[in-house]
């Protein structure tokens, strides 16, 4: 393992060891926002279908997530929401390096996990659609910028199944990716 790549898990360690201890500091409170979509994730868990034997007024994802994770509430789901910003984080990582480079990218990740965890409680500590959506969307625009469009289209998906403000990811990849199609004077001449 190289130096560089050694100090990287280091500070992601660092990165998640702080973030787990400040979700833990929330541990016996169960905020407005995530109640509703871990009860969801309950009631689904107990034979019952979303939109049809109980009101849920958001696309499925994140009840669904809820219920994969057996509808817990308490420790599990702080640990939960610091891997989740940890993913994020990650992400973040990821689309930085390839921007700017490796410093830039450590500062952008700090800076992620620092605002994920210190901005407004009720905004940041439930893990709720919008929230949600964020990974998702991170790495749909990292894929549309690389010029992958497909992958792009299948994250976007993803972060319109958590949230219907997904479309709006979609349409910033769009954006994106419309360099990597094809000119129209390309076809012409082929004819």
């Not at 409680?121 to 894929?143: E, G, K, R, Y």
């Not at 994106?176 to 199609?181: G, H, I, K, P």
Request: charged share 15%; proline share 5%.
């Amino acid at each position: 393992m190289t130096v560089e790549r050694r100090n990287c898990a280091l500070f992601f360690a660092a990165l998640f060891a702080v973030t787990l201890a400040l979700r833990m500091c929330h541990a016996r409170i169960l905020w407005a926002d995530e109640d509703y979509h871990l009860a969801a994730g309950i009631q689904t868990l107990h034979g019952k279908l979303l939109y049809r034997d109980l009101w849920y007024d958001k696309p499925p994802l994140a009840a669904w997530v809820y219920a994969a994770m057996g509808g817990l509430a308490g420790w599990p789901l702080r640990l939960f929401d610091a891997l989740y910003v940890l993913a994020v984080s990650a992400a973040t990582w990821r689309f930085a390096r390839d921007l700017w480079g490796r410093r830039e990218a450590m500062l952008a990740a700090g800076l992620m996990a620092f605002f994920l965890n210190f901005d407004l409680p009720s905004a940041v500590i439930p893990i709720v659609p919008d929230f949600f959506m964020l990974l998702p969307h991170i790495v749909a625009v990292h894929c549309a910028w690389k010029g992958k469009p497909l992958a792009a289209g299948l994250w976007c998906g993803a972060a319109f199944l958590f949230h219907t403000k997904g479309v709006f990811v979609l349409a910033a990849c769009a954006l994106l990716a419309w360099r990597t199609l094809p000119r129209s004077e390309e076809h012409t001449s082929e004819l």
